[in-house]
Structure formats: C-alpha cells, structure tokens
C-alpha cells in the first residue's frame, strides 16, 4: 500500500484531524511564545511572590542569629566616626566571654590607622585569640562576565578562596577592597558584602568569581565557622555547597547556577534579633563587674552574632517585600536564617515554568472543544483558584515559588484558544453542511421540476388518448416520487442535532461514571445508591444484559468507606466450576494440575474492600453452597488447603435473570438469594429511559470525538430503536458510526452510518412526517383533516398527528425567518385561499399557546419552569425549533398578530 509522502501539507491535514495533537501544538507554541516573554514579565512574577509574602506574613528570625548595631546615638556616644579600633576590640573580648560561636563582623578595616596603631594591634590580638571572626570585604564592581586575561589574587587573600570546576559562571568580582593585613592573618574567615541592585532584593551571591577562583559572602564563610568546619571541608558542586565539620556531619546550602540563592525574607526590621552595640557592652561591664546587666547577654551563647551599622547615611538599606527600608546587615541574618533552617525559596526552573503551563493550557483548551462554553469558564476560573491556592500553599509550607503569570496567562489562552477552535470546528462543519444541503437541494429542485414536467405529460396523453395510461409513464412517476423522497430525507439528514436548552429535563447528570437525565428513572437508582453505599450490607443487581451492572457495583465501592481499596470483579458466566473456586477461593501448590505455586483468591484480594460477582446465577449449586458459607462467616479454604481464610468482604452480585424464577426451578439457593438480597437495585432497560439517550450519546461521543455531531434524524432513529442490547449496543453504535463518518471526511453522524435496523427506524418518522403533511394537504387542512389523517394513516392517535403538524409548523416558521405568510404557503403546498386560512388559522393558535407564559419584564431564565409544558408531547426532533420561537419572540424579534396574518393570507390569494 503506497504512503503519502511527508508533506507539511501531510501534516497540517494530520493536525486538522486529530484534535488533541492539533492542541497540543497550539498551547505549545502558546507556552513557547509567553517563555520569550519571560523577561519583560519578570515584574509581573516579582509582584506575585510579594502577595505570597504579604499572604503569608512576618516569622520569627532563628534565635541562633543575633544582630548587635550600631546607630547614629551610638556614634556620637561613642565620640563619632569613624570608632576607635579598641571599641571592637572589646566587644570580641565580650563576646568571646559570654561564648557566642561565631562572629561576622559587617564594617569594613581597610587600612591601618598611624595615629592609633596600639588598637589595630588591639583589634589584632583579640581576633587570634577568639578565632571565630569573621571580617567584611566588598569589590568594587561586579561583572556577569569574567576578564579575558584571568589575574593571580595576592597570597593572603588567596587563602580565602575556594576551587571550583567552572567559576566562569558565577558573577565575577574585579578589585577586592580587604581588611589590612595583619587582621587578614588572625581572621576565622573573609567574606564579600555586595548585594546587587534590584528593586527588591531577592537573591544575594553567595559565591563571586575572583580570578578563576571562587570568594564566598560574609554569610557563607559565617555559617562554616560556627559549624566548626575548616576551608578544606567545602564541595562546591553544581547546584550546592556542601560543608562537612570536624565530626563528618554534611549541610548543604543550595546554590544557583550563578552562585546566588533566593532569600526567603522573615519579615520587616522588626523580625531581627537585635541589640544596640553600646547597650551589649553596657550590659558586658555591669555583668563582670557583678551588677545586673540590662540586657540578658547569656543569650548570646552559642550563637551567630552580626556586628554591623543601621544607621542613616552611614550604612546601606535595601528594598523587601516586607519593608522599604532593610538594613543590609539584615540580609546576612536573612542568609544564615535560612541556611541554619533549610528554608530558601525553591524557584522554578524554565522547565518546570513550561510545563505546568503547558498543563494548564493543555488541560482547558481539550475541555473546551469537548464541553459547553459557560462550562469551560467555569473550569478556567476554577482551575486558576486551585492553581493560585496550591501555589499559597506550597510558598507558606515549603517555601516553593511556583510560576504564576506565565502558566495564569497560558492558562486563559488556552481558554480563548480552545473556545475559538471549537467555534471554527462547529463553521466549518456548518458550513460543510450547508454547501451539501444546498447540493441536495438542487437535486430535489430539479427532480420536482422534471416531476411537474412529467405529470402535465400524463395529464395531455390522457386527453389525446381518452384515458390510457401508459406504463413507461407511470414507472417514470413512481421512479421520481422515490428520487424526491430519497432526497428529501438525505436534506432532512443534514440538519444537526442540538438539544433543547429550554426544556431542562434533557440536562445530563453524571455520577460516579453514571449518565443520566433528572427526569430519568436512573435518577431514582442514584439516589438509592448514595443511600445504601456507606454501609457494608451485600448488594444485588438485576438489569438485562448491557445496562451498566458493573458501573452501578464500581459507583457503590467508590462511593463506600472502602474505596481505599481495589475494587475487584469476577465474571462467574465466563469460568468452569472449577475455574471459579480456584479464581475466588485460591489454591495451595500442587492442588491439581499445573498449580505449580501457591495463588491468592479474589477474596483475598477482596478482604476490606469490595467484590463484584457479575452472572451470579450461572454458578452451580456446589459452587453456591461454598458461596453462602464466605457470605455467613466470612471464612474458607483455598482449594487444595486446610487453613481457613477469614475475610471482610462486602459482595455486590448481579445477573440478568429472574432468580425468584430460578429458585422455583430449583437452579438457585433460596438462601444464597436471601443473603445477597439485603439490597436490590433494578435497572431500567435502556427503552424504558428514553430521555437519558441524548445525554449518552453526548458522553460517548465526547470519548470517541469530541468535534463530532449526530444528525436530528440519527438522534430521531435512536429515540425509536428498540435497543435490546441497551448502553452496551448504543455504545457500540456510535464507535461504528464513527469510523465511518471519519473515513468519508465527516464531522457528523448521519443514518447511513447506523445499521440498516436503526436506520429504519429513523426513516419511518421522517416518512410518518411527510405522509402527515401530504394527508393534511390532501384534505385542505379542513377541521377534521387531523381525525382523519390519524384514521387513514392507522396506529397514530388525533393527538400524535396534532404534535407533528404543531412541531412542522414550528420548524417552518423557523426556517423561513419568522414571516408566517411564507411559513404557511411552504406549508399548505398550494396557492389556494382556504387551505392557507386555515393553516394561518392554525399558526396562529399554535404559536400563541406556546408564547402565552413569555413575559417580557422578566429575565428569561426565570420563565424556564413555565416554559417546559410546551415541551410535552412535542416529537423530540422539533424541541430545538420550540427554542428558537421562544427565545426570539422574548426578544422582540416577531410578535403573534392574528389579524394581520389572515389578511396577508387573504391578499395572496385574492
């Protein structure tokens, strides 16, 4: 068989004819296309992380982190800037006494000072005798790109330096400012302070690239010293820092591919565990020189201490989502916050960001091809509130910034998307059918043309012949009175069915897997289910083959405490006695042949759950002896064993026979039938709930193609059909009608994919239709033309021909535009005064009656329940027409004028 070549018009056809590819390529490129966006609506993502923030609100800093500052009063007490190097001298001594572990000190002692050189050596001293300073250094640019020509870094600075497989692409750092030297040679540790200039600050470097080498933050080098761990115990990998201590315990600090990480922000100034530096060292001599300090220093034990300045114009303040105005040495305390509490935020990657978006998109864009438009709103709306709470959640829990804007933004998309595509699927399938009606209709134009020709032929050899009829002519007639009529139901069978939104009784329910109609007796057998589901009592259903036994039995294990557990089904028609005890009870190995191991029962796999035991009644009676005793005592033996199982097992059973007649035959246990009848559930056969037909043929279309339709005369034949094969046939109907609707191009069933049986039934309304109008016009609409019609036609009451003549009036007058002049001349057939009075007569009755209740003061959806009595009786395939008359005359489009009417009536023919 030769293939068609791969063409992008191959493609483009391919695409066009499997709906759910053709979206996928859609939504992706809509994700791709927002991903480019990504840049100009990082503001827009800045925005939504602060609401998460705001959302979720302050925190406590981490105990372990202090702050000591210093501010402006404290400079002036203190006898201004820059301070004495002996102040800070002291408070390591302070602080070296009361035991804080580590110490990050953010001022910066760049040069020696001549004047006062006793305290440098001071602040020297102190710092090799704690061992656990740490001192600020900052650069004095920082680049994204590195220098070309890499430059060696001075000996001391390099023994703060850490290796790495590719520092390139960290952000580079060029003309370091460091402590002067003899602090470099006492100190714990060296850290650079630069923050990037961002409108908030959200990500802080936590590694700079320094001449091919990487120079870690004050934070970082902190974190190392109080966990006790030398420069030699730092991994720097791709993703993470690891610092494994003295005693081999590991901690990771999550790193970027740019070597920042995002700083989960506690909350404003305020959040901070902060001191003023001179009321610590006040506090200090009050403490040694055995007062009461003012402040509980012992506090300080153990902890991180941040020394640094918060005061105007003298130290940096940074913008938060919680405060304007944050002091930078508030970032560092942020930093080790989060790293002593693994709780940095977790960003996503523009993987991650493409994928959910693609979900969200994908996810709305095949619910709108396959639902209504009010419903894909809903689900959109829906959709968002659950993607925006998840997200709340997962910030506040986890620290998780999950993508907003770009998914939200795929998300409605894909809404817009969707809804247009099957507004473009339903135009060109309208208009697809319109071109073949029109087709059609020229068919049936030209035969009824040659059919006039033919009979006045007829009429002029009759006169020359005295009445001879000759027999070409007559084998002629008949052959275009068949071509008409074959035409004309080929015409009818282009018009698509649409459900009646008016009368709400057709609404399709779901439940459990269950469709269904409120008017529907399977309403009853849902409610009962709910009832009954929550308990452990067994169940048993009776129903005819292929109305949904299995469903119903899945609907009461979901809907029961048990749904936890799998729901396990036995089909005991379809198994040998011996089968079915192996199958339900297990067997131990080497129980009979080819039991080569040990094998569980369904039972067993039933035990806290549910069993469904479909054909009950095809077990023979040895078999439902060992049945009843699982039933009443919840125990037995596998087959070949002598341990007795116990189980807790609820049982649904069901069968297609009358097991009251069994029993009488002596073919069923009396008391089998009594221990699984605690419950019955009876389910209509599929001709009793004609008006759930609709609706199931809604569901099944939507599982085999949602851009598919059905003809009103194909629903017709369905609404007829006797359906001895219920759900399961209709099933399999609309599968077949399918494939072949899809093989010739079709985006709508029509009676040629049906069986010839259903079909039949189909064509013999639309004949009853037609036979209908031409005894009506036959008898001139007279006021016994309805009695009579329904006597010569046979099998039909007065009230079934008044309903068809009332439902062609109201398709009539639909179509011709709501001129009721022209809907009664297509109606009467014939130019003939008295028979268009009275069927303008008639027209009128008909469309007063049902506009009667339409008040125009009210909203239309509140005249709904009065509406629906207008419905009844009323053929199925007119409702639609019924739809559109009321509507438009609620809206002003035509009005019932009686008089009017008659006299245009009158005019034409007169």
Not at 20 to 43: I, N, W
Not at 331 to 345: C, E, I, P, Q, S
Not at 450 to 455: D, G, I, P, T, V
């Amino acid at each position: 068989m030769a293939h068609e070549p791969l063409t992008l018009k191959s493609i483009l056809r391919f695409l066009r004819m499997n709906h759910y590819v053709e979206a996928a390529a859609y939504v992706a490129g809509l994700t791709f296309f927002f991903l480019l966006l990504s840049k100009p609506l990082e503001r827009l993502e800045d925005d939504a992380t602060d609401l998460r923030f705001a959302i979720r609100g302050e925190k406590a800093m981490d105990s372990s982190v202090v702050v000591l500052y210093l501010d402006n009063d404290d400079i002036e007490a203190l006898g201004g800037w820059p301070l004495r190097r002996s102040y800070y001298a002291l408070l390591l001594e302070a602080l070296h006494a009361v035991g804080a572990r580590a110490v990050g000190m953010d001022i910066y002692f760049m040069d020696r000072n001549p004047e006062f050189a006793e305290h440098d050596r001071l602040l020297t001293d102190f710092t090799s005798k704690c061992g656990n300073a740490v001192y600020a250094c900052y650069f004095r640019d920082l680049k994204q790109e590195p220098p070309s020509v890499p430059l060696q870094p001075s000996p001391l600075v390099q023994n703060f330096l850490y290796a790495a497989k590719d520092p390139r692409r960290f952000t580079t750092g060029a003309e370091i400012n460091v402590p002067f030297d003899s602090l470099l040679l006492t100190a714990a540790g060296l850290g650079q302070t630069n923050l990037p200039e961002e409108r908030i600050l959200r990500h802080v470097p936590v590694f700079v690239n320094y001449r091919e080498a990487l120079f870690p933050s004050l934070g970082f080098e902190v974190l190392r010293v109080y966990y006790g761990a030398r420069r030699n115990g730092v991994n720097i990998s791709d993703n993470a820092a690891t610092i494994t201590d003295s005693l081999r315990n590991v901690r990771n600090v999550p790193i970027g591919s740019d070597g920042t990480v995002a700083l989960n922000y506690r909350g404003s100034t305020q959040s901070l565990n902060y001191y003023r530096f001179v009321e610590f060292l006040q506090s200090y001599d009050s403490w040694k020189s055995g007062g009461t300090p003012t402040m509980a220093i012992d506090r300080l034990r153990g902890k991180i201490v941040l020394v640094g300045m918060i005061a105007e114009g003298r130290s940096p303040f940074i913008a938060t989502p919680f405060d304007p105005k944050y002091p930078s040495i508030g970032v560092h305390a942020t930093f080790l916050d989060n790293a002593l509490n693994n709780r940095f935020l977790t960003e996503p990657s523009p993987v991650v960001t493409a994928v959910l978006a693609f979900a969200l998109g994908y996810a709305i864009f095949v619910f709108a091809i396959r639902r209504r438009e009010k419903s894909t709103v809903s689900l959109a709306v829906a959709l968002f509130a659950g993607y925006t709470g998840a997200g709340i959640l997962g910030f506040v829990a986890f620290g998780w910034v999950v993508p907003f804007v770009i998914p939200t933004l795929s998300l409605v998309g894909g809404t817009v998307m969707g809804t247009a595509y099957k507004h473009r699927v339903m135009v060109e399938r309208v208009l697809t059918l319109e071109e073949e009606k029109r087709r059609i209709q020229a068919a049936l134009a030209e035969r009824e043309e040659s059919l006039k020709l033919l009979e006045q032929e007829l009429v002029a050899y009759k006169e020359t012949r005295e009445g001879e009829q000759p027999p070409e002519l007559l084998d002629r007639l008949k052959q275009y009175h068949h071509e008409i009529a074959e035409l004309s139901t080929q015409a009818t069978d282009l018009e698509e069915y649409r459900p009646s939104d008016v009368a709400s009784d057709t609404v399709q329910l779901e439940s459990e897997g269950i469709t269904y109609t409120r008017s529907s007796p399977m309403a009853e057998v849902v409610e009962f289910m709910r009832k009954i589901a929550p308990g452990d009592s067994n169940v048993l259903i009776l129903g005819d083959s292929g109305t949904g036994k299995e469903v119903v039995a899945r609907a009461l294990h979901h809907l029961s405490p048990r749904s936890g557990r799998p729901f396990i089904a036995v089909n005991c028609g379809a198994l040998s006695e011996t089968l079915l005890e192996s199958e339900l009870f297990g067997h131990e190995k080497g129980a009979f042949t080819g039991a080569v191991k040990e094998k569980q029962g369904r039972f067993e796999l039933a035990d806290q759950s549910t069993i469904f035991l479909d054909e009950i009644a095809e077990t023979s009676e040895a078999f439902q002896v060992k049945l009843l005793r699982v039933l009443q005592e919840g125990e037995f033996e596998r087959v070949g064993g002598m341990e007795t199982k116990k189980v807790n097992v609820r049982v649904i059973a069901a069968t297609n026979r009358d097991l009251r007649a069994e029993i009488a035959a002596k073919q069923f246990r009396e008391d089998l039938y009594y221990r699984l009848n605690v419950f019955t559930i009876q389910l209509p056969a599929l001709r009793d709930r004609r008006s759930d037909i609709p609706a199931l043929v809604a569901h099944f279309l939507r599982d085999e193609d949602t851009s598919m339709g059905i003809s009103a005369n194909v629903m017709e034949a369905f609404l007829n059909y006797s359906w001895r094969g219920n759900i399961r046939e209709l099933e399999s109907v609309i599968k077949r009608a399918v494939i072949l609707a899809r093989a010739e191009k079709r985006r709508l069933i029509r009676l040629k994919d049906l069986t010839e049986e259903i079909a039949e039934a189909g064509r013999g309304k639309l004949n009853i239709e037609e036979q209908i109008l031409t005894s009506l016009r036959e008898k001139e609409f007279s006021r016994r033309a309805i009695s009579e019609t329904a006597a010569e036609l046979g099998g039909l009451n007065r009230g079934t021909v008044a309903e068809y003549f009332r439902g062609i009036l109201f398709k009539t007058f639909a179509e011709q535009a709501w001129d009721i002049e022209k809907a009664v001349r297509v109606i009467a057939g014939v130019d003939e005064a008295r028979a268009n009075q009275r069927v303008t007569r008639k027209a009128v009755e008909y469309l007063s009656n049902a506009v009667e209740p339409v008040n125009r003061d009210i909203p239309f959806e509140a005249l709904r329940p009065a509406l629906k009595g207008k419905y009844k009786n009323l053929p199925q395939r007119y409702h639609v027409y019924l739809d559109e008359i009321l509507k438009s005359y609620y809206e002003g489009v035509w009005d019932v004028q009686v008089d009017s009417a008659e006299q245009a009536a009158a005019k034409h023919n007169g």
